[in-house]
């Protein structure tokens, strides 16, 4: 499985971005995604996380009612909508690969199987 992710910039605050982590692989249908973050000096932190089947969905409460998983099978791409961005935003986003139950362990990194290559989200006051 490799995984692309991109969409991400420079914004204001209170604007928005829709992040895109593009798979190829064939076990990407069948698995779940999960996107995390990594701000500078900090630890990489989860994000949200979509089932197989995009039945199931997951945030953090800090970005809960902001940000918004989705994943369209047809074009094996996972999107994160994020809204009313704050500068506690900013960080670098990754996208990863779960082979395991979506219900155990999503909320952390070494669960994932698969990580693609993150997109910097910068967001100004």
């Known amino acids: 499985v490799q995984l692309q992710a991109s969409g991400g910039g420079l914004v204001q605050a209170g604007g928005y971005l829709r992040l895109s982590c593009a798979a190829s692989g064939d076990t990407f249908s069948t698995s779940a995604i999960g996107w995390f973050r990594q701000a500078p000096g900090k630890e990489r932190e989860f994000v949200a996380a979509?089932?197989?089947?995009?039945?199931?969905?997951d945030y953090i409460d800090s970005v809960r009612g902001r940000f918004t998983i989705s994943r369209d099978k047809t074009d094996h791409t996972v999107y994160l909508q994020i809204d009313d961005l704050k500068p506690e935003d900013t960080a670098v986003y990754y996208c990863a690969v779960k082979w395991g139950s979506f219900f155990s362990d999503r909320g952390t990194s070494s669960s994932y199987n698969y990580w693609g290559q993150g997109t910097q989200v910068t967001v100004s006051s």
């Open positions: 979509i089932s197989w089947n995009g039945r199931h969905r």
